[in-house]
């Protein structure tokens, strides 16, 4: 494995993610609590490993431009993206204040902050996959072919 196949490892890492995060939503409304504990824990995880993975490509490849010229692809890739880096940059506290309140038993904090945090990061995920979909495999740039 070379530093040029860490986009689709992120994307799929994100596309984990969003499964981990679903599951985990549907076993703690159906109050399987341990199954909910599994997949919240596993879902940091693969998000831990996630930006481990995400910061080397970055750090080797830098960023890769969108160079697609549509009047329509290229401001939705554009919206996606920037909302995608803001709220990514927001999950990580929003995890922090959610997670903690669940370690301290703090289960009606814990659910207050996870009504905001789940929403949100199934965003992030859902689009870390539609930006890498975009950007490497729909709209290739022409950066990815020199």
Known sequence: MSVTDLPAVNA????ICTLLLLAGWWFIKHE?????IICMVSALTVS???LASYLVYHYHVGSVRFTYEHPFVRPLYFFILITHVILAAAI???VLMTVIPALRARYDRHKRW???TLPLWLYVSVTGVI???MLYIWFPSAQLAG
């Open 48 to 50: 831990a490993v996630f």
């Open 92 to 94: 990580v506290p929003l």
């Open 131 to 133: 930006v890498y979909l």
């Open 32 to 36: 399987h609590k341990r199954r909910h």
């Open 12 to 15: 799929t890492l994100n596309s």
């Open 114 to 116: 996870a009504r905001i």
